[in-house]
């Protein structure tokens, strides 16, 4: 008992405003704000085949619309972090909610491609606070101790969203229809809003001193870490293998029912076998690494070893259309996202290890940036190369390489992996 009192005791900040209690409640509520995320996004993608018999869209239309969504994201990247800082912990992940819930019941009401692009254009700008805003109030709620611990509860989680997504939203249009449910799940997000405001209701969060930054000092950061390999060695490698995660995202539905002739009540299975195999390679990886490294392995070693076995086993993917089980090609594909989550994994955790502290958050937003624009051209080449009838198959060879690109240009950049106090 005593030793879960001290444990509580150091799960806060110093100064922090908030109750032992309270904070595993909000935690929980950034947890299902995280889900709401991967729910508003992954609606468009599950609920295709209704929508583009209903709306008249080819592929090429629904590639656009997944590009412009991306391009948005990418763009905000750039303003969000400093929309966060200004809000504070209180008010940055409801506004962020808010928003993108409206942008998503835009959806609903949306008749023509250019009011169904500026929801898209709408979503992809407005969720782009989630994580941001997450990365702040979970470092506002909990001491060093604890704060990895709660992150990854937090990225967990989340994935939830994909999982929960094909499984429920059948379901959902089935009652509602594709418009009704576009609507719905804004709403879930409005009522998620409402339930953050009563549990942060008297609670006034520590914030940390403001900081002026001079547009000298601004410039010359940016001469640095644009000036630095290291920052081109990971932005490369976070465009060349996030574009494969964002190619499945979008059009991971849309495989199974060309090719495998699910409906849209069937998709719900196999896309949550792909999205758990992703999960579990997240959480492998990451305890295997931890393993090598404490038994004195490099840091070079580890990092590298592990993005070549991920990459090696994405590459069989485009066997996944020859299969002829739908289940068989969802362990496939799934596979290839569980790697795609080691992968990424590696390369974050690359982030920690060789850049300055200074620069990790500035470092990782900037691959976040490059990661955004290669899916945004990934899912608009997609939308193309279908409708010019050459299937899936060009898409699967790019995503079989993409991760052997990606290490070759890491190696290309860093030969050699260095701790930054080392550095």
Not at 5 to 17: E, F, K, T
Not at 120 to 136: H, N
Not at 261 to 266: D, G, K, N, Q
Not at 376 to 391: D, P, R
Request: with cysteine; proline share 4%.
């Amino acid at each position: 008992m005593a030793e879960a009192a001290a444990l509580a005791a150091d799960a806060l900040p110093v100064g922090s405003g908030v109750s032992a209690a309270r904070r595993w409640v909000l935690l929980a509520l950034l947890i299902v704000a995280g889900i709401l995320n991967y729910v508003d996004r992954q609606v468009i993608a599950v609920l295709k085949p209704l929508i583009e018999t209903d709306m008249g869209w080819s592929d090429a239309d629904y590639g656009r619309l997944a590009s412009l969504f991306q391009l948005s994201a990418a763009v905000a990247y750039v303003g969000t972090g400093w929309i966060v800082d200004r809000l504070g912990v209180k008010w940055a992940t409801p506004a962020g909610v808010f928003a993108w819930s409206l942008s998503a019941m835009a959806h609903g009401w949306a008749m023509t491609m250019g009011q169904f692009s500026a929801a898209r254009i709408a979503l992809g700008a407005t969720e782009s606070m989630g994580t941001p805003a997450s990365v702040k109030t979970i470092g506002a709620l909990f001491s060093p101790r604890l704060r990895s611990v709660a992150f990854g509860i937090s990225n967990g989680a989340a994935n939830l969203g994909a999982i929960v997504t094909p499984l429920a939203l059948p379901l959902l249009a089935a009652v509602a229809g594709w418009r009704g449910s576009f609507i719905l799940v804004g709403v879930a997000g409005l009522v998620w809003t409402l339930f953050w405001i009563l549990a942060t209701r008297g609670v006034k969060f520590a914030q940390g001193p403001a900081v002026k930054v001079s547009a000298g000092a601004t410039a010359a950061g940016l001469k640095v870490l644009l000036s630095d390999r290291r920052t081109w060695g990971v932005a490369g490698a976070k465009a060349l293998s996030d574009q494969v995660w964002w190619l499945l995202l979008f059009w991971a539905p849309d495989f199974f029912h060309r090719v495998f002739h699910l409906s849209v009540a069937e998709l719900g299975g196999p896309l949550a076998v792909v999205y758990t195999l992703a999960a579990l390679g997240s959480l492998t990886a990451g305890w295997i690494a931890s393993r090598l490294l404490a038994r004195g392995f490099s840091i070079n070693t580890v990092r590298k070893g592990m993005m070549l076995v991920c990459a090696l086993l994405v590459t069989p993917v485009p066997l996944a259309l020859y299969l002829h089980n739908a289940w068989a090609a969802a362990g496939l594909l799934g596979l290839t996202l569980a790697a795609h989550q080691g992968f990424s994994v590696s390369v974050f955790s690359t982030i920690a290890d060789i850049i300055p502290k200074a620069r990790v958050g500035t470092v990782t937003s900037f691959g976040a940036l490059c990661g955004n624009l290669a899916g945004m051209g990934i899912v608009f080449l997609a939308g193309e190369i279908l409708s010019a009838g050459l299937g899936y198959a060009p898409l699967l060879v790019i995503a079989a390489c993409s991760y052997l690109a990606a290490l070759a240009w890491l190696q290309a950049w860093l030969p050699r992996l260095k701790a930054a106090e080392e550095a």
